[in-house]
């Protein structure tokens, strides 16, 4: 069986890149569905062909998932009570168990200040009384995860992690949270993953995994999980590549990546429109109420 040499990117689609047969546009030929570069008659002229193609093919996997993974990820949802985005940070959210709502900490913030005592501790969206008991939210967060509610997946996951709210801690059972979660695509099961895997805290250490677990985090717009590639990225001499996920990352207004890009750009490391452009976007994830309800986090 020979390999043909195609003179074009046309010849490859219309050719099986290992015997040289024409599709004459029957619609016979399999695309190589990694690079999808070339065709093939069948799986024993792709095995055949595969030395061959092997170099270019993994090159060109290579750039359309840098192509995926530099991207900038989509928006989040706006909170429903100011209509503002949601930050992407996720400690500057609060999950509603009640009705399952997720909204901006300044919004809660800002019920909690004004609010009367009968109303400040209802839920700020659907004016649900709050749970009485550790019990009454764990039975809250279970029907929740039965409705197939990622991030009440999450949530429940992270309580059998510690052991709290009256759970006992179990390791196995937080996992699989995670993993049922990051499957509907959640960012923060992604993330709580990686960790989990680069440590071994839970279950094994696996270096691969919780790569493949921080990349897609960040892919889905986790900024821990960007700035944590940025940083590995830098440890590893990959300057270019560090940059570019801190970039993201303080884009989506994660001051810790901000700081690093600041240092990239005194170092001739970020350009000087680079620098300007991530200033301007980190800075539109601010408001009164946000910046008030970060303050009172940090006085607790």
């Not at 546009?25 to 069948?42: D, E, F, P």
């Not at 995926?68 to 509603?96: V, W």
């Not at 009705?99 to 909690?112: D, P």
Request: charged share 25%; hydrophobic share 30%; net charge positive.
């Amino acid at each position: 069986m020979s390999t043909i040499t195609t003179r074009n990117a046309d010849d490859s689609k219309r050719h099986c890149a290992a015997c040289g047969d024409s599709d004459d546009g029957g619609g016979s030929l399999k695309t190589c569905t990694a690079c999808n570069l070339v065709k093939y008659c069948n799986r024993t002229c792709q095995i055949a062909h595969w030395p061959a193609h092997k170099k270019a093919c993994k090159k060109r996997v290579a750039e359309l998932f840098d192509k995926k993974l530099f991207k900038q990820p989509p928006p989040n949802e706006d909170c429903p009570i100011c209509y503002l985005r949601l930050p992407i940070k996720g400690d500057q959210s609060n999950y509603m168990s009640f009705c399952g709502k997720m909204l901006c900490g300044g919004c809660v913030y800002a019920n909690t200040v004004a609010a009367a005592d009968t109303e400040r501790f209802k839920c700020v969206f659907c004016r649900t009384e709050a749970p009485s008991s550790d019990e009454v939210l764990i039975e809250r967060m279970k029907k929740r995860v039965e409705a197939n509610d990622a991030q009440a997946m999450v949530n429940l996951g992270t309580y059998y992690e510690l052991g709290t709210m009256g759970l006992r801690q179990d390791h196995a059972k937080a996992l699989e949270l995670y993993h049922k979660s990051a499957k509907l695509g959640n960012n923060i099961a992604h993330f709580n993953l990686s960790l989990c895997y680069q440590t071994g805290y839970i279950g094994e250490k696996d270096t691969r995994k919780a790569t493949y677990h921080r990349q897609l985090g960040a892919v889905a717009g986790n900024v821990k999980a960007r700035h944590n590639l940025g940083c590995h990225e830098g440890n590893a001499g990959n300057m270019d590549r560090a940059y570019k996920h801190l970039m993201i990352s303080a884009n989506l207004g994660y001051d810790l990546s901000m700081k690093l890009v600041q240092d990239g750009y005194k170092k001739s490391f970020v350009t000087e429109d680079d620098y300007a452009k991530t200033i301007r976007a980190h800075g539109k994830m601010k408001s009164d109420d946000r910046d008030g309800s970060a303050a009172a986090d940090a006085a607790k």
